[in-house]
């Protein structure tokens, strides 16, 4: 049943996907949270370019907007630039609770590289996706 259920899940979050215009022949690693810096996305793209040189062909999206704390986003987008990974790192910006659920469905790993942080609401979210 719950192979069935993730599936189905998986095939919605698909078809939302390709609707923002992902394809999903590759491995699909999702960050989600405020773009600054605590929350460690740079890390994540840090890790992507390390990947992708042992010759992973995964894909990353981070889905967030500016945070209370800075606006950090031209420094991400600028490390994607410079990694050259503008066509492996995807930013979706703020996305509404409503569709979060089948963006994270989708992906194959949720990355969370967070610091200072207890127990953040994207665990919550992660593991009702699925995630264990």
Known sequence: MESTLR????????QLLRHMEF???????????????????????????????????????????PGAEGRFEPTLRNLVAESGLGDRVHFTGEVPAGELAGLMSAADLLVLA??????????NEGLACGFR
Do not use: C
Not at 44 to 60: K, N, P, Q, T, Y
Not at 116 to 122: A, L, S
């Open 7 to 14: 599936s189905f899940i998986r095939e919605l979050a698909g």
């Open 114 to 123: 967070s610091r200072m942080e207890g127990w953040p609401n994207v665990v």
């Open 23 to 65: 394809q999903l022949t590759f491995r699909l690693f999702f960050s989600a949270g405020y773009l600054i810096e605590r929350k460690g996305h740079h890390k994540v793209i840090r890790a992507m370019r390390a990947l992708i040189d042992h010759g992973s062909e995964a894909h990353l999206v981070i889905a967030g907007g």
